[in-house]
């Protein structure tokens, strides 16, 4: 049985194929305006890795911000609901799912499972959100994926007064001008971040274990700034960026099966 | 006899010069990157166009974030003490004072002999300060007054689907892209910035007259979309420039300890 998860995000766009309970192949691409395009692009490309044929699919879920404008998916499910069993797969022991997007920041509560028990969203301000990083590595001229190894060689502990975006970018700038180390500015900001993100989390009662997910997770300062603002130990998850496409494609399965005993 | 009052705000700095309750003279300048310098050019300036120096000053009073920073005040008293007091004197029937400033947003409530009942202000998040006009009006590639001119002209203001500066940005950019005409961001921009301040203003209740202080009362735009959203007139300011109000607050109280609170 091969069915395919396809998360359109606001940044990147995800794709997962699953075989008889195993990955066969994901595909992370940077998303286009149009997120059609980028779904038929990821999908195109995951299939070609897996190296079957796109009718090989028997069934596809569509998700992410992006998931009405999917033409060719069987159905769609909330980012929730994927990310919740996406989570539980890869950590069979997770209750709690903190995932930092592009654009958004969640943190759902799920049973053994997988089933959704209780989340919290936040879209409606970018603190603690991955544009949070973004807007700051454009302004200090750093790769986004340069950051977490750069927080690693901080020496001098700083800390920023503004949770603002807009606030905390003028603070950065100044702190550059005295003269701190960008490695210090940069693990402020991770905690920074870290520290909005849990307070969401925080708010729904964090139950062990806990995991991250998003394109976040694969920062090592984020990863551990979280850990130190929630004050539980994370697990690590393998494909954290694909978690929800990975979710997608599991409940496809059950879609799959559920029609086959019809 | 002078008195002075001088408020160091993040983006400006103002300098009032009083005597006997009138204003002798006023100046507004950009806020350094220091304080204290932003304190001593306003003041000196001021003080140069009046004809007068420091020793002339009676008793001076300081004000705005930068107010424990200035070397030659009497003494530094808050913001919302010292904008509620200028108020009252801009617009002695005032009751509710909303004041925007470059990167705080404040509401006050004054009972009918000018005492503060109430206040609440928002310094954690750029909506509806001063700064998210700024924000905007630079991605337009506007300047800031130029905004609420051309506000006016709209017939289908645009919405944002968040109040947040920087996802308000994002959809400016791309209703640039998208050649939305520009007069309808911008009265989207001041609807934006309306609502987020209401939402303050209705915090602490509002009581009639409402009258608004800061740079931004002098923008059209966005006083007539707050006057719409609160659903109440709120009264222009005449006697002088709005964005004052601080400065003349301070310049008062530092005439009131003179007289040795004899009103």
Not at chain 1, 134 to 139: F, G, K, N, R, T
Not at chain 1, 231 to 254: F, M, S, T, Y
Not at chain 2, 107 to 128: E, P, Q, V, W, Y
Not at chain 2, 236 to 260: C, M, S, T, W, Y
Request: proline fraction near 2%.
């Amino acid at each position: 049985m091969i069915t395919a998860g396809c998360d359109i995000g606001s940044l990147t766009a995800k794709a997962v194929i699953l075989k008889d309970g195993k990955i066969l192949a994901s595909e992370v691409i940077l998303g286009s305006a149009q997120p059609e395009k980028s779904a038929l692009e990821v999908i195109k490309r995951a299939v070609e890795k897996a190296g079957i044929k796109i009718e090989d699919i028997e069934y596809s879920v569509g998700t992410g911000y992006g998931r009405k404008h999917i033409p060719f998916m069987n159905s769609s499910e909330s980012e929730i609901v994927c990310h919740g069993r996406g989570a539980v797969w890869q950590v069979p022991s997770a209750r709690t799912v903190v995932d930092i997007g592009g654009q958004d920041a969640k943190a759902i509560r799920i049973d053994e499972k997988g089933n959704v028990e209780r989340y919290v969203y936040n879209d409606k301000c970018a603190s603690g959100t991955g544009r949070f990083l973004e807007i700051i590595a454009d302004s200090l001229d750093i790769k986004l994926d340069d950051m977490g190894a750069m927080s690693e060689r901080s020496k001098e502990k700083l800390s920023l007064s503004n949770q603002c975006v807009i606030f905390a970018e003028t603070e950065i700038i100044s702190l550059v001008n005295e003269g701190k180390e960008i490695p210090d500015i940069i693990s402020a900001l991770h905690q920074a971040v870290a520290n909005r993100a849990a307070s969401l989390a925080k708010s729904i009662l964090v139950a062990p274990d806990a995991v991250m997910t998003g394109g976040v997770a694969k920062n090592s300062g984020m990863f551990s700034a979280l850990e130190k603002a929630l004050g539980v130990k994370l697990h690590r998850v393998d494909n954290p960026q694909i978690n929800g496409a990975l979710g997608a494609a599991l409940i496809a399965v059950d879609a799959l099966e559920s029609s086959k005993k019809k | 006899m002078f008195v002075a009052g001088c408020d160091v705000g993040s983006l400006t700095s103002k300098a009032v010069i009083m005597k006997d309750g009138k204003i002798v003279e006023s100046v507004i300048i950009k806020s350094k990157a220091r304080p204290w310098e932003s304190a001593d050019e306003v003041m000196g300036l001021a003080l140069s166009k009046a004809g007068l120096t420091m020793k002339d000053i009676k008793r001076c009073v300081g004000t705005g974030y930068g107010r424990d920073k200035i070397s030659f005040v009497n003494e530094a008293i808050s913001e919302i003490a010292c904008h509620g007091k200028g108020a009252r004197w801009l617009v002695p029937s005032v009751r509710t004072v909303i004041d925007i400033g470059g990167q705080d947003c404040k509401a006050l409530r004054l009972d009918d002999k000018g005492n503060m009942i109430k206040f609440i202000t928002n310094d954690k998040c750029a909506s509806g300060t001063g700064r998210f006009l700024e924000v905007m009006a630079k991605v337009m590639n506007l300047k800031l007054d130029e905004m609420g001119e051309m506000s006016i002209r709209s017939k289908h203001p645009v919405t944002f689907a968040s109040a947040c500066t920087v996802w308000a940005q994002a959809d400016v950019i791309q209703h640039l892209n998208n050649k939305v005409p520009i007069e309808d961001i911008a009265a989207g921009v001041n609807n934006a910035m309306a609502s987020r301040m209401s939402v303050l203003a209705n915090n602490i209740g509002l009581e009639s007259d409402v009258c608004m202080t800061g740079g931004v009362a002098k923008n059209s735009g966005v006083v007539n979309a707050l006057e719409k959203n609160l659903g109440t007139r709120i009264k222009r300011i005449r006697r002088e420039d709005p964005q004052l109000a601080g400065a003349i607050g301070a310049a008062l109280f530092a005439a009131e300890k003179v007289n040795g609170g004899a009103k």
